[in-house]
């Protein structure tokens, strides 16, 4: 099995290709750019459907045959909700920066007749989960209520310091619904301020997988299979954006039956 923890690789352009190929499984993408102002990332989806969220900063959007002129507004993850725009197979994309800006490209098997559109803030009603120390924000920018991807699942969250994520302890590694959906899941992490740190655990029932991670500013992690919880340091609040895809567009996840109880606390 591939490294679950991918480091980015520079400080400009593209500095995070992850591909099923090069992560062994079969459905998401993710890559980073970080771009000056007035340069310019591009590409065609081909077979796949793909979702830009703009990180941070401002920069100018085409897709296909569409200007979508300037997106982006918040100059850092920790700022608002972002934007995003939807880009269906057979098509072409670039987007030149405005500003500094760090770019995320999500991508997943495409298919359907999907139209390219943008996505601003306040698309989908900001969320807060959990209770306690595991408080936790979501901003969802393609969740599965959301009937206008193929395969993608896209959203953002931000856990405080000394507070958990993705916890009590879930997956979705199992093709059985309605019980489980079968999703490759992709963390991108930021953390501020950028010298923290924070930890993720990816594990199973039987053990066989049980990886854990320190978490650094721009560090990506795949979870092929199993549990995947978080957790920020204190003085230290961690931004990660999820990219999920995989035969069905639903999320339906399985607690770890021994941490259920927390549910009820």
């Given at each position: 099995?591939?490294?679950?923890?991918?480091?980015?690789n520079?400080?400009?352009?593209r500095?995070?290709?992850?591909t099923?190929?090069?992560?062994?499984?079969?459905y998401?993408?993710?890559d980073?750019?970080?771009l000056?102002?007035?340069?310019?990332?591009?590409?065609?989806?081909g077979d796949r459907?793909v979702?830009?969220v703009?990180?941070?900063?401002?920069g100018?959007a085409?897709?296909?045959?569409?200007?979508?002129?300037?997106?982006?507004?918040?100059?850092?993850?920790f700022e608002?909700?972002?934007?995003?725009?939807?880009i269906?197979?057979e098509s072409?994309?670039s987007?030149?920066a405005e500003t500094?800006?760090?770019?995320?490209?999500?991508?997943?098997?495409?298919?359907?007749t999907?139209e390219a559109?943008?996505i601003p803030?306040?698309?989908?009603p900001?969320l807060a989960r959990?209770k306690?120390?595991?408080v936790r924000?979501?901003?969802?920018i393609?969740?599965?209520?959301?009937?206008?991807?193929?395969?993608l699942l896209?959203?953002?969250?931000?856990?405080?310091?000394?507070?958990?994520?993705?916890?009590?302890p879930?997956?979705?590694?199992q093709?059985?619904?309605?019980n489980?959906?079968?999703?490759?899941?992709?963390?991108?992490?930021?953390?501020?301020?950028?010298q923290?740190?924070?930890?993720q655990?990816?594990?199973?029932?039987?053990?066989?997988?049980?990886?854990?991670?320190?978490?650094?500013?721009g560090?990506?992690t795949?979870?092929?299979?199993?549990?995947h919880?978080c957790?920020?340091c204190?003085?230290y609040?961690?931004?990660?954006?999820?990219?999920m895809?995989?035969?069905?567009?639903?999320?339906k996840f399985?607690?770890a039956r021994?941490?259920?109880?927390?549910?009820k606390?």
């Amino acid at each position: 099995m591939p490294n679950l923890k991918v480091k980015p690789n520079g400080t400009n352009g593209r500095v995070t290709h992850v591909t099923p190929e090069n992560a062994g499984w079969t459905y998401v993408g993710f890559d980073l750019h970080r771009l000056k102002p007035g340069e310019t990332a591009a590409g065609e989806t081909g077979d796949r459907e793909v979702c830009l969220v703009w990180v941070s900063g401002k920069g100018k959007a085409k897709a296909g045959t569409k200007d979508f002129g300037t997106l982006g507004e918040r100059m850092s993850p920790f700022e608002g909700s972002p934007h995003a725009l939807y880009i269906p197979m057979e098509s072409t994309w670039s987007v030149t920066a405005e500003t500094d800006l760090e770019l995320a490209v999500c991508s997943a098997p495409g298919g359907g007749t999907y139209e390219a559109k943008a996505i601003p803030p306040g698309t989908h009603p900001a969320l807060a989960r959990g209770k306690g120390t595991n408080v936790r924000y979501v901003n969802n920018i393609m969740p599965e209520d959301d009937s206008s991807a193929h395969s993608l699942l896209v959203v953002e969250v931000i856990t405080p310091g000394g507070h958990t994520s993705s916890y009590p302890p879930h997956k979705h590694d199992q093709d059985d619904l309605p019980n489980e959906s079968f999703l490759e899941e992709t963390y991108y992490h930021r953390l501020n301020p950028p010298q923290g740190f924070g930890f993720q655990r990816v594990y199973t029932d039987d053990r066989s997988l049980d990886e854990v991670m320190v978490l650094e500013d721009g560090d990506v992690t795949l979870v092929p299979k199993g549990y995947h919880p978080c957790a920020a340091c204190h003085g230290y609040d961690l931004y990660y954006l999820n990219v999920m895809a995989g035969p069905k567009r639903i999320w339906k996840f399985h607690n770890a039956r021994e941490h259920e109880w927390l549910l009820k606390a």
